[in-house]
């Protein structure tokens, strides 16, 4: 989530509708320029992304370089600038209803009103975004 753009007014108006599993949702410049300075030994700053509020807030995550370091995500091998930047990669293939249900947990857990108001929109989301 950390990559994640914040969500503008015009967004958030549509959060619903907002498509979090596709490639420009992410800011993948700044991903890369992070990879980059880890693997030359610089520390990075990495974005807070508020789930709740669709916004990178205060304090940002100082991450100090590694040998290993792991980077995981929905769409973290889409792009071959990132995947070039990898020794290794692993993918998880799952199938249409492990992301149900783990979108379903996300949500419930990340956003209160879920509970009240998303399961009636709930198999449209599932249908549009996850299989």
Known sequence: ??????????????????????????????????????????????????????????????????????????LVLQDPRVRDLMNMKIFVDTGSKFRYLYWKDFLIRFDPEARKTKHRKEGKEHENYLI
């Not at 989530?1 to 490639?23: A, I, W």
């Not at 990075?44 to 590694?66: A, F, L, M, Q, T």
């Open 1 to 74: 989530d950390s990559f994640y753009y914040s969500l503008n007014d015009k967004q958030l108006e549509k959060v619903h509708e907002y498509n979090f599993d596709h490639p420009d949702a992410f800011n993948t410049e700044l991903l890369l320029s992070c990879m980059e300075k880890l693997k030359h030994g610089q520390a990075v700053n990495i974005p807070n992304y508020d789930v709740k509020s669709h916004k990178c807030v205060e304090p940002e995550r100082k991450v100090n370089p590694s040998d290993v370091i792991i980077l995981e995500g929905i």
